[in-house]
């Protein structure tokens, strides 16, 4: 990754309207509806912006999307890039670095995951309060990251505190169930055994899933403040494992996302 590569797809974004977004909203995998409530929308497919990582032939619903929510200039990002697809961890992260230069103040990420801390039920909402990165990889190792940031990226707390508070207030009056917890990230795309499940509860986990932790990483990189929650969609427990089911993860992610939802608007209306 070059700056001018950032400025290529910039120019091009810039061109078709994106004119200063404040919020960017990453929808993670059966999350993607919220992108058609925003209003005056301009999209650009992830395949025509200059620069942006080429898409997989599974993969065809990628697109940014620019208009407004709540009042608010927002870009959102339908579908995103995973580390299990085949693609690095920059180019999974490149969108990030889009939008933050596209001017975005804030970042909100969803995404799937299972239920490791078995209080948690399939359905529920969790509040990302830390993370465990699992990937084997971090998207700041690379030779040219100094030209970006600082490489030593503090990451004591990398998620909002004030955001965390004002969404969990918005839980409180919306009858939201909102747990908050530990996200590990793993590679995929396999799910998990079961004796890995049992890792991931000893380790802290609460919550897992194969996406998000590369993108805080970047964001944190970039001090761009971000809130993150995720969709429970199963539940990961090691003595009474259900064969896993992506329909049906991808179901359950469908059903509470009106939650999800209501909480992301709730958020920008206090912005
Ligand atoms: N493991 C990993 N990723 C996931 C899971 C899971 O159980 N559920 C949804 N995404």
Redesign the pocket.
């Known amino acids: 990754m070059i700056k001018q590569e950032i400025e290529d797809s910039i120019a091009y974004l810039i061109n078709k309207g994106f004119d200063s977004p404040e919020i960017g909203i990453v929808l993670g995998?059966g999350l993607g509806s919220l992108a058609n409530e925003i209003e005056n929308p301009i999209e650009a497919h992830y395949n025509n912006i200059p620069f942006f990582p080429l898409a997989t032939v599974e993969f065809h619903t990628g697109k940014l999307i620019y208009g407004t929510l709540e009042g608010k200039k927002v870009v959102v990002m339908q579908g995103r890039f995973h580390m299990y697809e085949g693609y690095d961890l920059q180019d999974v992260t490149y969108p990030i670095r889009i939008m933050h230069r596209l001017g975005i103040k804030k970042l909100f990420i969803s995404?799937?995951?299972?239920?490791i801390n078995l209080d948690f039920k399939k359905g529920d909402i969790m509040l990302l309060e830390d993370h465990i990165n699992l990937l084997g990889g971090s998207p700041l190792a690379f030779k040219g990251v100094s030209q970006f940031g600082e490489r030593f990226v503090d990451m004591g707390e990398p998620y909002d505190v004030e955001m965390r508070k004002t969404l969990q207030g918005i839980a409180k009056k919306e009858n939201i169930t909102m747990r908050s917890g530990v996200y590990a990230s793993?590679l995929?795309p396999q799910?998990?055994t079961r004796a890995e499940?049992r890792m991931l509860k000893i380790i802290g986990a609460d919550a897992?899933?194969?996406s998000t932790v590369p993108e805080v990483i970047v964001a944190n990189h970039l001090k761009l403040p971000i809130v993150a929650v995720s969709v429970?969609?199963?539940e990961?427990d090691p003595d009474n494992l259900e064969p896993?089911n992506i329909k049906e993860?991808i179901r359950i992610a469908g059903e509470t996302e009106p939650q999800m939802i209501k909480l992301f608007r709730g958020l920008l209306k206090t912005m």
């Open positions: 995998t995404n799937a995951a299972g239920a793993v995929g799910l998990e499940y897992v899933g194969m429970l969609t199963d990961c896993a993860i």
